[in-house]
């Protein structure tokens, strides 16, 4: 999970995001102003997290542009952390505001095995 906080740390100070964690799941909460679900591409595959965005702007003819600072174009190319399960990673946008989960793999990957004495099978 290192490898993820420090990209989300090497983004631009304009992407403003929280990154929790629970004993199931990491959740990303990224601002994505005046974008909604039809105007994001977001992957999760390969170890990558893919997030295209873009915002549109209103067309209305009473006004024009003095100056524009808030970008209209949002991509960011992230790792997933290790015991992420890619393909079970679940995202809504809302108001402008990106959750992703990224689900944890249980057990860390660890099967336990029942080991059978084979002397007492054998007495019964």
Do not use: C, W
Not at 24 to 41: C, I, K, M
Not at 57 to 79: A, I
Not at 85 to 97: C, D, K, N, S, Y
């Amino acid at each position: 999970m290192p490898a993820l906080r420090d990209a989300l740390g090497d983004l631009s100070e304009d992407v403003f995001f929280d990154l929790l964690e629970s004993d199931d799941d990491y959740l990303l909460v990224l601002d994505v102003p005046g974008v909604s679900a039809e105007l994001l591409d977001l992957t999760v595959e390969n170890g990558r997290i893919s997030i295209d965005a873009h915002r549109e702007k209103p067309t209305d003819d009473h006004y024009h542009y003095l100056e524009e600072n808030r970008s209209l174009f949002f991509d960011v190319d992230l790792p997933v952390p290790e015991d992420v399960l890619e393909t079970e990673a679940t995202a809504t946008v809302e108001r402008g505001v990106l959750e992703l989960t990224l689900p944890k793999r249980s057990g860390g990957g660890e099967t336990t095995i029942d080991v059978v004495d084979q002397d007492e099978d054998e007495d019964k």
